[in-house]
């Protein structure tokens, strides 16, 4: 069974920095490409980065470019999101999302 | 505002049938990319409802299709349950944009 466990989201204040992880399991990850998405409080999804298998593709949504970095580590089976200069429209709940199967998201909370 | 256009409610008595529409442009659906569409609960992650336009994963009721036709997608529901009562997202890809693009989202109501 796939699994995507994702952590790291908090309270951070406005500027701050976060490191998100998702650790996966059930599938061969150093296989597959990954990406983000997020969901803002009542509002709908919007993807925020892409990683290819390797590591060597990598797309951000504009809205993110500059502050966010994807990475992954094959030999853990876990993809990474370092979210630097964090604003408030930042807040809401970040899924780590495997083709199209959906981990449970964490939530992270940028306050001003 | 999203890149693909979807509805914002749509409603339906139990047992009837709906619609919801994905509105989309020559970069994404019209570009020949295929179109996803999530169920999500609230409180929950989205769940995958329909794959590649049309396709049900397994243990989605075949209460559930979905269609393409050139910009825009569509997915039915029909024998509507209370349980289905949620919030529906469509996704695609983008050649303009290098990666997912989503609806804004339809919230269907059972009455």
């Known amino acids: 069974e796939v699994q995507l466990v994702e952590s790291g989201g908090d309270l951070v204040q406005s500027g701050g920095s976060l490191r998100l992880s998702c650790v996966t399991s059930?599938?061969?990850?150093?296989?597959?490409?990954m990406n983000w998405v997020r969901q803002a409080p009542g509002k709908g999804l919007e993807w925020v980065s892409y990683?290819?298998?390797?590591?060597?593709?990598?797309y951000y949504a504009d809205s993110v470019k500059g502050r966010f970095t994807i990475s992954r580590d094959n030999a853990k089976n876990s993809l990474y999101l370092q979210m630097n200069s964090l604003r408030g429209d930042d807040t809401g709940v970040y899924y780590c999302?495997?083709?199209?199967?959906w981990g449970q998201g964490t939530l992270v909370t940028v306050s001003s | 505002q999203s890149v693909l256009t979807q509805p914002p409610s749509v409603s339906g008595a139990p047992g009837q049938r709906v619609t919801i529409s994905c509105t989309g442009s020559?970069?994404?659906?019209?570009?020949?990319?295929?179109v996803h569409w999530y169920q999500q609960l609230p409180g929950t992650a989205p769940k995958l409802i329909i794959n590649?336009?049309?396709n049900r994963p397994s243990g989605v009721p075949d209460r559930f299709s979905g269609s393409k036709s050139g910009t825009s997608a569509s997915l039915a529901i029909t024998g509507l349950q209370a349980e289905d009562e949620a919030d529906y997202y469509c996704?695609?890809?983008?050649?303009?944009?290098?990666?997912?693009?989503f609806g804004g989202g339809t919230k269907l109501t059972v009455l």
């Open positions: 999302v495997y083709r199209r199967v």
């Open positions: 059930g599938f061969t990850f150093s296989s597959y490409e």
């Open positions: 990683i290819s298998y390797t590591g060597s593709t990598i």
């Open positions: 020559s970069s994404n659906i019209g570009a020949g990319y295929d």
């Open positions: 590649g336009d049309t």
């Open positions: 996704q695609s890809s983008d050649s303009s944009l290098s990666g997912w693009v």
